[in-house]
């Protein structure tokens, strides 16, 4: 692979990192995924709008321009050949030279990487035509979610919770109610209202919810945006989880307990539709 760090396009074994790096010693960085299909990217703007307030919100330095992060994209989606695949985009507070919790002096320069995931039929996953499985767990993150940084172990130790459940993912549940799952937004159907929780620093605000949400509205589909508890997502008739990289994918079980028919929901199935189709048209 050819990625991109600190300016500069390199073989992947070139690519190298000091120690000392913020990101490493201290997850002092931030990240996007954007998805590729057809060589075009997903909801680039949303992303870039995410990473700036990522950025802010942490007052880390924003070292490329908009022009420069979408040239990047691009350069890698051709180097690499990627037809249908991600853009990981990292953005942390560079090298300072030496461990300290305080943060460096602003003339340390960011550390920018970037590099692509080829990943073919990414939007005909079998996933999301079987739907997935879910188990429910404790929220244990800290409490800035909705700051996208490279802090990502919880979610890690959450996604080995399911696997060894023998599951597909994990719901992540604080006060009786579910924020959301690992890498993604959940979301439940009941009596054809789309119900989701509302934004606020106890989730990531999904660029793909905020389409989702955008799309579903303009198709006459009710949005009530607050919180659920997993019993009420038991007794739902759909849950589904959105992402850049999982579109809109259903979810059939939650906890053992099959929601629905425990198939995949023709709402949420027909808001997959719409999101790609609609998220196409606007690609870069
Ligand atoms: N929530 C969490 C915790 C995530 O990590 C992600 C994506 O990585 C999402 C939600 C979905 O966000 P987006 O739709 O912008 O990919």
């Known amino acids: 692979r050819t990625v991109y760090l600190n300016g ?152 080995m919770e399911a696997k060894k459940a023998g599951v597909d993912d994990a719901w992540l549940v604080e006060e009786g109610k579910v924020t959301e799952g690992t890498s993604n937004n959940a979301y439940i159907i009941k009596g054809g209202k789309i119900i989701t929780r509302e934004l606020s620093h106890d989730i990531l605000h999904g660029i793909t919810r905020a389409a989702v949400l955008r799309f579903a509205r303009e198709a006459q589909m009710a949005v009530e945006e607050r919180s659920f508890t997993i019993e009420e997502a038991q007794g739902a008739d759909e849950a589904f989880v959105t992402s850049a990289s999982a579109f809109v994918t259903p979810v059939i079980e939650i906890d053992g307990k099959a929601i629905g028919t425990g198939k995949p929901g023709a709402l949420a199935l027909r808001l997959r539709e719409i999101y790609l189709e609609e998220s196409l048209k606007n690609a870069r």
């Open 8 to 159: 500069e396009y390199l073989p992947e074994t070139e690519a190298k990192v000091s120690i000392f790096d913020r990101a490493f010693l201290m997850a002092d960085g931030v990240y996007e995924v954007v998805s590729v299909l057809g060589g075009k990217l997903l909801d680039f703007d949303g992303h870039l709008v995410r990473l700036k307030r990522s950025l802010d919100a942490l007052a880390m330095q924003n070292p490329l321009s908009d022009a420069d992060y979408l040239e990047a994209h691009r350069a890698l989606v051709e180097k690499n050949a990627i037809t249908d695949g991600l853009i990981y985009l990292q953005v942390s507070r560079g090298n300072p030279g030496d461990r300290d919790f305080a943060f460096p002096s602003d003339d340390t320069q960011p550390t920018v990487v970037m590099f692509t995931q080829s990943k073919p039929g990414l939007a005909d996953s079998p996933a999301a035509k079987a739907g997935i499985r879910v188990i429910s767990v404790p929220d244990q993150r800290w409490h800035r979610r909705d700051i996208k940084t490279v802090q990502l172990l919880y979610p890690s130790l959450a996604k």
